[in-house]
């Protein structure tokens, strides 16, 4: 089964830009990269997706590498409310997510 | 706007008592998905339900049974509990219409279980 591998944490100051990194080199062609992310005591949350191409929303822009076996979530400048654990996550077909460990992110004011 | 709604949120039981988890949706989902939280594990794919009428083993199906029981429902049950079944527990859905590619998500808020 493809996988994510995500740096554990990281810390960003408050009102820069932050960059998650997100390593899935087993991807197959047919793979999306989804971005989610969990607040404390809460279910996680829907950020951003794409296939090949970058990507970006409201929320944040998604940076895929061209061989796409690398991904980047980046928030353009992170709150205090950003804190949260960031999952990079590998769709396989219609039904299959593949969560990574998550990157938790600490903001600082 | 109740999205999905997982009750209980918390439950504490013993080693061999049994119990059911429930979730409903509101968003008329056809796709319907269980998942365990641990610990540095991330999510963990228990079953799922493609549509009404199916039922599917995820990652780790052991030990438990799940009902779809109509389109809005999808029941996750314990037969008989286990230590090793201390987890949190979400369960999400999704529309997963085919024409559509933007497909995401979406999480109830999680129900904590111990098992003693």
């Known amino acids: 089964d493809a996988k994510t591998t995500q740096p554990n944490s990281m810390e960003s100051n408050e009102e820069e830009p932050v960059h998650l990194p997100c390593n899935h080199s087993?991807?197959?062609?047919?793979?999306?990269i989804h971005w989610y992310r969990q607040l404390p005591s809460q279910g996680p949350e829907y950020v951003i997706h794409g296939l090949t191409s970058n990507v970006n929303n409201r929320m944040a822009s998604l940076a895929i590498a061209e061989d796409r076996k690398s991904s980047t979530l980046i928030l353009h400048r992170a709150t205090l409310r950003d804190a949260a654990v960031y999952y990079c996550i590998l769709k396989t077909g219609t039904y299959k997510y593949i969560f990574g460990t998550g990157t938790r992110l600490k903001v600082l004011a | 706007n109740a999205g999905v709604t997982q009750t209980p949120k918390f439950q504490v039981l013993k080693t061999g008592q049994s119990m059911t988890l429930q979730c409903a949706q509101d968003?008329?989902?056809?796709?319907m998905y269980w998942y365990r939280q641990d610990p540095g594990m991330g999510l963990r794919l228990i079953y799922y339900s493609a549509s009404e009428g199916t039922t599917d083993k995820g990652e780790v199906p052991n030990g438990y049974n799940v009902s779809r029981l109509n389109k809005r429902e999808f029941s996750l049950r314990l037969e008989s509990a286990a230590p090793s079944q201390t987890s949190v527990y979400f369960c999400a859905s999704s529309s997963n219409r085919a024409t559509v590619t933007n497909e995401k998500l979406f999480f109830g808020s999680g129900t904590q279980l111990s098992v003693l």
């Open positions: 968003m008329n989902h056809n796709s």
């Open positions: 087993t991807i197959s062609g047919t793979d999306y």
